[in-house]
């Protein structure tokens, strides 16, 4: 790869890195596609942990799906034990890119161009007429040698995140922080308590630009009043406070008084620890590089981004309830539905704010931007690990 100055102005990075009245935001470079994007890939990605989709979205053994990591074809699925795999989606024969559509597999993966079959450990099970006619064991060919490649993945909170280039610490280490900010809301045995929506539980939005804005925009509270006046209305902005993670893993922003009104006189239960003098209290983190979650006393979302292109991301939000009743009971039907309806209004108020930050940074005399330093300090904190990141690999 060649050096990060090539695609981007080392200075301005450094700029980035800046105290927060001294700072701008990221360059224009890093949003126009180019020969940044590969950098970014690599760096931002390839060597990152990062979520690819949720786990519950394979149900059952065997349940497999192709995934495009900014062009990276993998397959995740679902492995006799019930265990979550990833591999590298191309078949070690010719290279075909083996699995195309979602589907069941039985018992083999089979590769349409000359039929070589792998189990649902990624092992090459079967390669008909490799010896010649008939043969289909060839002297001197190892079919050990060519099983699939397995990612190095791992499911935390039903996320399924992987490390494709196996570099970094192990995911428990990453996740730390985090985990135990969160402990006081949901210590870990009640983590496991989520179930994902049977209904009313997934949308996705597709925003025509950069997935980095999605974070930027994530981070902060700042543009309630005027983006979202309806969500402001019982999660006041004057309520909102900061999150930064450190080590710079992840921010975002936490209300104090989320009080949605929901009809039908139903309320969906609670996490059973989650502190009842606190039981208003909600939290946004954007964990870096590429998913946005929310926990709420009685659900959790994960709002991941696909990345398509410099210019085209796709959104999906994938809602959690407490316990299999409030995930799928018709009695909380109605109030899934209504809560669906709430957060797919407010993500979408968001598409048009994030889609024109894309068509800003076309102005050649954009300097990054210039944060407020009491309330941009979340996505300042975004911005700086962006650059840092790239800085540290030059
Ligand atoms: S490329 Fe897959 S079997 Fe030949
Ligand atoms: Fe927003």
């Known amino acids: 790869m060649e050096k990060l100055s090539n695609y981007v102005s080392v200075e301005k990075l450094d700029v980035v890195c800046n105290s927060i009245e001294k700072a701008h935001g990221l360059p224009n470079e890093c949003y126009l596609g180019g020969d940044y994007t590969k950098y970014e890939r690599k760096y931002l990605f390839e060597d990152k942990w990062v979520v690819i989709g949720v786990a519950s979205s394979l149900k059952n053994i065997g349940d497999a799906t192709p995934f495009n990591l900014l062009g ?37 993966l089979r590769c349409p161009y000359h039929s070589w079959a792998y189990d ?45 280039s196996n570099n970094q610490i192990p995911f428990e280490e990453y996740i730390n922080p985090l985990n135990q900010r969160w402990s006081k809301f949901w210590p870990e045995e009640d983590q496991s308590l989520i179930v994902h929506a049977g209904d009313s539980g997934y949308f996705l939005l597709e925003a025509k630009c950069n997935w980095k804005f999605a974070i930027e925009n994530y981070c902060e509270s700042y543009h309630l009043p005027w983006v979202h006046p309806g969500l402001n209305s019982y999660s006041k902005l004057e ?19 989320y009080n949605p009104r929901f009809e039908g006189g139903e309320t969906f239960p609670n996490f059973p620890n989650w502190p009842k003098e ?12 590429n998913v946005m979650l929310g926990i709420h006393r009685d659900h959790y979302y994960v709002y991941w981004l696909e990345p398509i292109s410099h210019n085209f991301t796709k959104e999906h939000m994938d809602i959690y309830y407490v316990g299999e009743e409030a995930a799928y009971s018709s009695k909380f039907q109605s109030l899934r539905e209504q809560n669906y309806k709430q957060w797919h209004s407010i993500q979408s108020e968001d598409l048009s704010i994030i889609e024109g ?30 650059a840092q990141e790239l800085l540290s690999t030059y």
């Open 239 to 257: 309520d909102h406070y900061h999150i930064q993670g450190l080590p710079n893993r992840f921010a975002g922003q936490g209300t104090l008084v």
């Open 278 to 289: 606190n039981e208003k209290i909600a939290e946004y983190v954007a964990l870096f590089p």
């Open 357 to 386: 930050m894309q068509d800003g940074r076309q102005s050649p005399i954009f300097n990054g931007g210039n944060f407020s330093p009491i309330m941009d300090n979340p996505t300042h904190h975004f911005n700086k690990w962006v």
């Open 120 to 164: 649902l450990n990624g092992k090459l099970i079967s390669t008909p007429h490799l010896g010649g006619m008939d043969k289909n064991d060839a002297e001197g060919f190892d079919k050990s040698n060519s099983n699939l490649h397995e990612v190095r993945s791992h499911i935390w909170l039903d996320m399924i995140f992987v490390n494709i």
């Open 72 to 108: 990276i074809p993998l397959i995740i699925l679902r492995d006799k034990f019930n265990k979550i795999r990833v591999f590298h989606n191309v078949c070690s024969h010719r290279g075909y890119k083996l699995l195309q559509e979602p589907c069941r597999i039985k018992n083999a």
